[in-house]
């Protein structure tokens, strides 16, 4: 019996951890009419599962139980969720401020070690591609706001620095449950890939975006 409580004690802990985790985007706080919306966006796709060889760093969870059980993953060719964040100057950047080129997005954290681990590897193709019809867009989900700017401004990191915090409501229409994550959208803003499983560390990445159509 023993056997079978633990998952359960392990799940009350995960959501114990979470709810101490809220940000000022917090769902709790949306409207019905929000959620209604949320809803209607996430199309009738599965929920996402790991890969065996995937690295989850951390579980992301959401706090509102009616979004939670109807958080599942865009599929290929849909439209991307709209994204608002902040950049590295504090001013506010959107997805549709790079329409007309393709986009790599990176979520993670400094807390990552995984991660960070991209990081080198992530810089060398954005060093391939400059002057390209593609953009890196890192987004962070730290907590803490000031740790992700020391660690961007310290190692020089390049490409859009965005931050976006705990709990925003692009990690929800994404259904990140776990980083890093990397997502691949086209030039008309429709995702390519949701759920990239080549990393920038993985040599086949290179040949990948380089085969894609007018890069």
């Excluded at 919306?37 to 790991?50: D, E, I, L």
């Excluded at 965005?162 to 008309?188: C, M, T, V």
């Amino acid at each position: 019996m023993k056997k079978i409580y633990l998952p359960v004690i392990a799940l009350l802990l995960l959501a114990t951890l979470a709810l101490q985790a809220r940000e000022a985007d917090d769902p709790k706080s949306w409207s019905s009419g929000e959620i209604a919306h949320f809803k209607q966006v996430r199309m009738n796709t599965a929920s996402y599962s790991p890969g065996e060889n995937e690295i989850v760093c951390r579980q992301l969870e959401v706090d509102n139980e009616e979004v939670k059980q109807n958080i599942v993953a865009p599929r290929p060719g849909d439209p991307s969720p709209a994204l608002n964040a902040e950049d590295i100057n504090g001013k506010t950047v959107t997805l549709a401020d790079f329409r007309g080129k393709y986009i790599l997005i990176d979520v993670w954290a400094t807390w990552c070690t995984p991660c960070r681990t991209e990081i080198p590897a992530l810089k060398a193709m954005e060093e391939k591609f400059t002057g390209r019809d593609i953009v890196f867009v890192s987004i962070s989900v730290d907590k803490n706001k000031e740790a992700w700017s020391n660690m961007v401004k310290a190692n020089n990191m390049t490409g859009h620095q965005l931050w976006i915090g705990q709990n925003h409501k692009f990690s929800i229409a994404y259904a990140i449950r776990g980083i890093p994550r990397f997502i691949l959208i086209d030039r008309e803003g429709n995702i390519i890939d949701p759920y990239m499983k080549i990393r920038p560390s993985n040599p086949a990445l290179l040949p990948l975006l380089e085969g894609l159509d007018g890069i």
